[in-house]
């Protein structure tokens, strides 16, 4: 039976982050790939890893691009690198890939609904809030990397995660999702929901109006 196969990406400073969203992914039946190795169920019920890498003539770009995310039926960027994974981005959107980002941060909201950005999607009530979500393209639907830059802040942000890898998520909200956590095992369930097709981001909280022009 074809198990589907999931493109795990991030840099090398998120290397503990991606090895764990990895594990993850095969636990919930699935094979994971990074640029850098392969990870699978083994018939022992232990998760083997694998050398995966390019040819000794390939591309890295060629790699990345064609062989890891091409060949993947979805994506998960862990993003935790200032200005990084903005090349992987930008291909997972180009090839219409179901794509999963998660942010590691500090904050996933940024102290109070009254000082963090309208588009931020956060779980209510305080209690609950494991994770939050970019609702930029969804509560205001012509929201953009410029808007980005004058709102109020949100943990993307904070986190320095460039304005134009936002908006690649705003411009391609049906199938890509930006979220944060700032536990790890936080993300296990927004790993499970992304890969059975069950994802929901928060809705958006009586303070989250679109903006008047």
């Known amino acids: 039976m074809h198990k589907p196969v999931v493109a795990v990406l991030g840099s090398f400073?998120?290397?503990p982050y991606m090895d764990y969203l990895c594990r993850v992914v095969v636990r919930h039946g699935c094979?994971?790939?990074?640029?850098?190795?392969?990870?699978?169920?083994?018939?022992?019920?232990?998760?083997?890893?694998?050398?995966?890498?390019?040819?000794?003539?390939?591309?890295?770009?060629?790699?990345?691009?064609?062989?890891?995310?091409?060949?993947?039926?979805?994506?998960?960027?862990a993003l935790s690198v200032p200005g990084a994974q903005y090349n992987e981005v930008q291909w997972c959107a180009e090839l219409g890939k179901p794509t999963l980002g998660i942010a590691f941060v500090r904050d996933v909201a940024e102290s109070s609904q009254d000082e963090?950005?309208?588009?931020?999607?956060?779980?209510?009530?305080?209690?609950?809030?494991?994770?939050?979500?970019?609702?930029?393209?969804?509560?205001?639907?012509?929201?953009?990397?410029?808007?980005?830059?004058?709102?109020?802040?949100?943990?993307?942000?904070?986190?320095?995660?460039?304005k134009n890898i936002l908006e690649y998520f705003h411009h391609n909200n049906s199938f890509m999702y930006l979220?944060?956590?700032d536990q790890i095992h936080n993300s296990d369930a927004l790993v499970k929901s992304f890969l059975d097709c069950t994802?929901?981001?928060?809705?958006?909280?009586?303070?989250?109006?679109?903006p008047t022009s």
């Open 13 to 15: 400073d998120t290397w």
């Open 31 to 77: 094979i994971a790939r990074t640029s850098k190795y392969h990870y699978a169920m083994g018939s022992n019920g232990q998760i083997g890893q694998s050398v995966f890498e390019p040819a000794d003539e390939e591309g890295m770009n060629d790699f990345l691009k064609k062989r890891v995310i091409e060949q993947s039926d979805k994506a998960i960027i």
């Open 179 to 181: 979220f944060a956590v």
């Open 199 to 210: 994802l929901i981001r928060p809705p958006p909280s009586a303070a989250n109006h679109p």
């Open 116 to 162: 963090h950005c309208s588009e931020l999607l956060v779980l209510q009530p305080p209690s609950a809030k494991t994770h939050s979500a970019c609702g930029g393209g969804i509560v205001s639907p012509k929201w953009t990397g410029w808007r980005c830059i004058k709102a109020k802040p949100c943990p993307f942000k904070t986190q320095n995660i460039a």
